[in-house]
């Protein structure tokens, strides 16, 4: 079992910065790719950014590439989200994911319980 927590949501002008962060805790998260997810609402979930296990690749949606930057710390099992140059179509609910086969996260194994952005225009 991974345990996943987010923190660092809150509420931003449009063209502001927000950083996410994921802490992991249990089985190691080192053996999981990472990345963030998120759901806005009337929306599908949406992928937003994942990261390898060893943090050598980088993924994005076109939404955000350019915008935001994915990180981690295995050492702190933690994973980053730096979020440049809001918008407010980011406005969501923002959750961490764990998954074993894929760093754009089609099937997380484990699931944070989110942390709401709000972009303010």
């Known amino acids: 079992q991974v345990q996943l927590a987010e923190s660092g949501g809150g509420l931003v002008q449009a063209g502001g910065s927000l950083s996410l962060s994921c802490a992991a805790s249990?089985?190691?998260?080192?053996?999981?790719?990472m990345g963030w997810i998120r759901r806005a609402p009337g929306k599908e979930r949406e992928f937003v950014a994942g990261?390898?296990?060893?943090?050598?690749?980088?993924y994005y949606s076109d939404s955000v590439k350019g915008r935001f930057t994915i990180s981690r710390d295995n050492v702190k099992n933690t994973v980053y989200l730096q979020m440049n140059s809001l918008k407010s179509e980011d406005t969501a609910v923002y959750y961490c994911?764990?998954?074993?086969?894929?760093?754009?996260?089609?099937?997380?194994?484990?699931w944070g319980q989110g942390t709401q952005v709000t972009v303010s225009s």
């Open positions: 994911a764990a998954d074993y086969s894929s760093i754009d996260l089609r099937s997380p194994d484990y």
């Open positions: 990261i390898s296990r060893d943090g050598g690749r980088t």
């Open positions: 249990g089985r190691t998260s080192s053996y999981y790719a």
